[in-house]
């Protein structure tokens, strides 16, 4: 049996709604708004001068809490995600009456019902009928939620709006100067340390990120009242096609969502839209070490041919990168005390500021580039710009990092555990980058969960080079997710094909977790390093680790 075809992107946006994606408004508010069109004005921060947004929309509506009369009730579908699950407490915070269902409980969900939210396990038409005998004024779906859904099909089925993340994305962002931060890795701590930042430097912004931020007082959202509004903005299911952002940041392109896109040039065709969505005088940030990235937009060759300008009429375009043709690039990068990297900025040829950052890495000094280009897009004056640099080098030292982005899980003895999402090759070779930076001499010592068959089948020969940086790799079966394994793969595969270091295969995670403690216990103050990457439930095998070793050890 062949394996599955990947969906293209090409026919986005029918496609891939498969239910109503549009906003659709009741009887009463069409009526209204057929009589007049709405104009909504959101004043610039006081601490970034930026020029007003004014909208104007018709047939549509544009939701603000400030203006809102009545509290509208709105049901998130898969709300345990990581994207939902910020929507929906930025929400609750907005004033919503927010309700949510999932099929397992998660941190997520016990964060949204201690702010208000009534969250259900499992999916059921009585989770919309469960509050003062009324109905929601619209639901929310998870990419992940299949159109049949119960829920879907009763909300269609007595007229409540049915909206898909993206075009939910889209309806709440319209009033604001929207920064969406996409691309295939790194747009989670790029936009958890731009809105971060932005924060501490006194924007009164409002955010949505689609990771767990430990220094964010609600850990994935920031709700403000200013004018802007940070973005993480995912390409997954074509998402960021229902935004139109003001400024948007590319990190880089390449093929992750093997499942979604048929190869990488399906990937720059949906990128390719997403800059086409931004906002006639706006700016484009992208990564000019990114071959993908600056495919997308033209380019003017020099007469030398040694470098070439990227250009785009409806636009500004800023680059950043390791290379000294971007207009942001760093020199003299170096580790420095604090286990992370400090680094020389140059803008244009011209030495601005010295950086430090307690993340390591190199991938984050891109990250941090990308931040400070967005923000230096922010300024309408360069002079002010220039006068905040110091505020700036300040946030960007005591930012420290994401969950589950070279996340320290703890230390005994000589034992030292971290865990990382890292899911694709790119990623894992990344991290595992960041990790000799930090440790360059201990024995670093890599369990690897894949995730999805389709993923593996497609990127063996690319994770099979992605280890060099490790001294031995354990590689477990494969985390399923939403597939079933067509394409006949196991993790043994990738295990027998693991170029470099010593490679062996563990199926279980209790295994694993086994086979760590007893090797580890024998000389407990050996220098290790425990390295968990996966996307799946690895994520619970470093502290579990952690636990166990205590009580043997301890």
């Known amino acids: 049996m062949e394996p599955p075809a990947v969906k293209s992107p090409l026919n986005y946006p029918a496609k891939c709604f498969s239910y109503s994606p549009a906003i659709t408004l009741t009887s009463r508010r069409q009526m209204l708004l057929r009589r007049r069109k709405l104009n909504y004005v959101r004043t610039a921060s006081l601490a970034l001068k930026f020029p007003p947004v004014i ?6 509506e544009v939701i603000d809490a400030r203006v809102r009369k009545r509290k509208e009730w709105i049901h998130f579908v898969g709300v345990g995600g990581c994207g939902l699950s910020a929507l929906a407490m930025l929400a609750v915070k907005q004033g919503y009456v927010v309700s949510g269902s999932d099929i397992m409980w998660n941190n997520a969900m016990g964060a949204l019902r201690e702010a208000g939210a009534r969250v259900y396990i499992g999916h059921s038409e009585l989770n919309l009928r469960k509050h003062n005998d009324s109905m929601p004024d619209a639901l929310v779906v998870s990419s992940a939620i299949c159109g049949d859904n119960v829920e879907i099909l009763y909300a269609e089925s007595v007229g409540i709006p049915v909206y898909k993340r993206g075009a939910w994305l889209g309806r709440i962002t319209e009033s604001y100067n929207l920064i ?25 912004l409002t955010a949505v990120i689609g990771a767990w931020v430990p220094q964010l007082a609600e850990r994935n959202i920031i709700c403000g009242t200013g004018g802007n509004f940070v973005l993480e903005a995912d390409e997954y299911d074509c998402c960021f096609l229902g935004v139109t952002p003001q400024i948007a940041v590319v ?26 969505q931004i906002k006639v005088g706006g700016h484009l940030i992208l990564c000019g070490d990114s071959l993908g990235a600056c495919s997308l937009v033209n380019k003017m060759g020099s007469d030398s041919g040694a470098s070439s300008v990227l250009r785009n009429d409806a636009f500004q375009i800023s680059t950043y990168g390791i290379s000294s043709c971007n207009d942001w690039h760093p020199l003299s990068i170096s580790p420095n005390s604090c286990g992370g990297t400090d680094y020389k900025l140059f803008h244009k040829g011209h030495h601005i500021a010295d950086i430090s950052l307690q993340i390591p890495g190199v991938h984050n000094v891109l990250n941090s580039l990308a931040v400070i280009a967005t923000i230096h897009a922010l300024f309408a004056d360069q002079k002010k710009f220039l006068s905040s640099m110091a505020s700036l080098q300040l946030h960007l030292q005591k930012f420290e990092g994401v969950s589950r982005r070279f996340e320290k899980i703890g230390i005994v003895r000589g034992c030292h555990i971290y865990d990382d999402y890292a899911h694709h090759p790119t990623e894992i ?4 980058q960041a990790a000799r930076q930090r440790f360059p001499f201990q024995e670093l010592i890599v369990v690897f969960q894949p995730h999805t068959y389709s993923r593996l089948a497609a990127l063996k020969d690319d994770f ?33 094909s693991v170029v ?3 490679s062996e295969f563990i199926p279980s995670l209790i295994q694993v977790l086994e086979m760590l403690v007893d090797q580890i216990s024998k000389d407990p103050d050996h220098e290790t390093v425990i390295l968990t990457l996966g996307a799946g439930d690895i ?13 043997r050890l301890l």
């Open 55 to 60: 909208k104007e929309c018709e047939n549509c």
């Open 180 to 204: 969406a931060v996409g691309g295939s890795h790194g747009k989670s701590t790029t936009s958890s340390m731009l809105a971060y930042v932005l924060h501490a430097m006194g924007n009164d």
């Open 251 to 276: 990190t880089n392109i390449d093929w992750e969502h093997v499942d979604i896109f048929q190869d990488v040039e399906a990937v720059k065709t949906i990128f390719q839209k997403f800059i086409g």
């Open 429 to 432: 070779q990344a991290v595992l």
């Open 464 to 496: 099979a080079t992605a280890f060099t940086n490790a001294n031995r790799v354990m590689i477990t079966e494969i985390y399923a997710a939403r597939e079933r394994n067509l394409w006949k793969i196991s993790g043994s595969d990738l295990a027998m």
């Open 500 to 502: 470099g270091p010593p």
């Open 539 to 551: 994520t619970a095998v470093g502290h579990k680790l952690l636990l166990d070793l205590q009580q």
